[in-house]
């Protein structure tokens, strides 16, 4: 039935809804094909524009990313911050931004609407999985230069998504009342004895 | 419409549906009215049978939640097990304990489903927030001799909640193939530090 063009396709760099339409396309094939299979040209293709305005627009896949999922954060910005200083301290330094994002965002953290989505469906744990894993974990593994960096930062993730479910969503009491210093100070110590502390079993 | 009695109704304790009964009425009364404010005489109520049959079926309230909601292990029996011993090693017990249970249960691990269904939903996070407070972290408290005991057993809690979703749920790649010595090693230092170590800020 060619007697309408879709609306998403054939648009101009000057569109003013060419923006969304790339944003809504990321969106649906990130969820489908998860983040590390979809590519920028499967996106443009997929919202009818060239490869080269979603880069224009967006600069990364990362950052498309980001900006689909309404992200009021760029891991790319905010990770290389956190890490320059050195892995001396990385722990403090991780939970008091994220217990500060937290507190800021309250339920309009869309930290909290991925991890509910990954945890709900294997898609999106895939999605969530590879996204994490490029734009945050590696990142992080970087910074450190004992073994096995990289397990390091799967560990630290294992306890930042326990402190996103156990204290905001599932709410366990004196957990949720406890003063960010006090946390600040009990998980950073945790994290940091994940970037730097032994691995060996005992 | 009083021509039939509800298949529900007027069980006698020989029926042979009555214990099924009893279970669907609990999984429906938890769901909705949480674990604390779902009594036995209300399920009791809703199965059409006398309170004091539900409780020489399950034993308690506890017991009734664990075989409504399929849990292949009881808290009132595990959680004491493991704490008997004392606070010394009592985190790489816990670790232990609980990697063993989820490598041997897999997928059929009734633990993800709640995890999976309290994080979906708020009543849900609610009648977990309750079953666990009453069923471990207290248990878990109660074997802590030094300052505040139920927020030590809380941030365990994160810790653990954050294993089951990072490692089995998320599938974080390093995490999921780490040998279990080494997670039992590091995790059961975190736990021992929450249980026993400072909670000062720094």
Redesign the interface.
Known sequence: MPRTESPRRGRRPGDSGTREAILDAARARFSTAGFRDATVRAIAGDAGVDPALVMHYFGSKQALFVAAMEFPLDPAEVVPRLVAPGVDGLGERLVRFLLGVIDELGDANPMLAL??S???HPEA?RM??EF??EAI?DRVASAIDTD?P??R???C???????L???Q???????AA?DR??L???YG??IQ??LT??????
């Open positions: 991890v509910r990954a945890v709900g744990a969530m999985r994490l894993g974990l096995r990289r397990l930062a799967d560990l993730a294992s306890q930042i998504v326990g402190i479910v156990a204290r969503i599932l709410e366990l009491p004196e957990l406890a210093e006090t600040i100070g009990v110590r945790t004895g994940y502390g032994p691995l060996e079993s005992s």
